[in-house]
T-cell receptor, first 113, second 110 residues
Framework: NAGVTQTPKFRILKIGQSMTLQCTQD?????MYWYRQDPGMGLKLIYY???????DKGEVPNGYNVSRSTTEDFPLRLELAAPSQTSVYFC????????????FGQGTRLTVV | QQQVKQSPQSLIVQKGGISIINCAYE??????FPWYQQFPGKGPALLIA?????SEKKEGRFTISFNKSAKQFSLHIMDSQPGDSATYFC?????????FGAGTRLTVKP
């Protein structure tokens, strides 16, 4: 059982480039989330989805986009990368809205130079 | 606005000692309070969680104390072990919104 799988694990982007962070879960969870983790700041919610075709903004959505075409996949798109997007990104999923255990992927460390 | 405030930022404890991490929240609508443990290079993993209708929950060496009137909750790690060295995050949840504290880096010295 793989759980939540994120790719890539590391990436260096130049300012203005775009990329997609991939996230797949095999637990048939309806709820999926994207967080960014900055040193000393905890995790900030970027976007979340309550099911295929339904997404909504979290606390820090600017500069990001998401889509949810299937239950399993929840990719995060960065358009026009900026140094402020240098961070560690975590995808998570849960079976119900927030009141149950959220399972996290291993993270993607992104550096924008 | 930091909706969940966590302290201390770092903590060093001797093996066998008690580790205590504190969190305070502002939004009284929060109704689920989990603690996550994160090892370097890994994603956070649920350690223990509590709902606001109970004042304490214990699982092995880990205990959450919850004070609803003060809007505070804390994690106690009894008989701390070097293997407990990790970063701990408190969180508070309402509906689909889970807000995290800034994290506490715990080091347990042998």
């Amino acid at each position: 059982n793989a759980g939540v799988t994120q790719t890539p694990k590391f990436r260096i982007l130049k300012i203005g480039q775009s990329m997609t962070l991939q996230c797949t879960q095999d637990m048939n969870h309806n709820y999926m989330y994207w967080y960014r983790q900055d040193p000393g700041m905890g995790l900030k919610l970027i976007y979340y989805s309550v099911g295929a075709g339904i997404t909504d903004k979290g606390e820090v959505p600017n500069g990001y986009n998401v889509s949810r075409s299937t239950t399993e996949d929840f990719p995060l798109r960065l358009e026009l990368a900026a140094p402020s997007q240098t961070s560690v990104y975590f995808c998570a999923s849960s079976s119900y809205r927030g009141h149950t255990e959220a399972f996290f992927g291993q993270g993607t460390r992104l550096t924008v130079v | 606005q930091q909706q969940v405030k966590q302290s201390p930022q770092s903590l060093i404890v001797q093996k066998g000692g008690i580790s205590i991490i504190n969190c305070a929240y502002e939004n009284t609508a929060f109704d689920y309070f989990p603690w996550y443990q994160q090892f370097p290079g890994k994603g956070p993993a649920l350690l223990i969680a509590i709902r606001p209708d109970v004042s304490e929950k214990k699982e092995g060496r880990f205990t959450i104390s919850f004070n609803k009137s003060a809007k505070q909750f804390s994690l106690h790690i009894m008989d701390s072990q070097p293997g407990d060295s990790a970063t701990y995050f408190c969180a508070a949840t309402v509906n689909n919104d889970m807000r995290f504290g800034a994290g506490t880096r715990l080091t347990v010295k042998p």
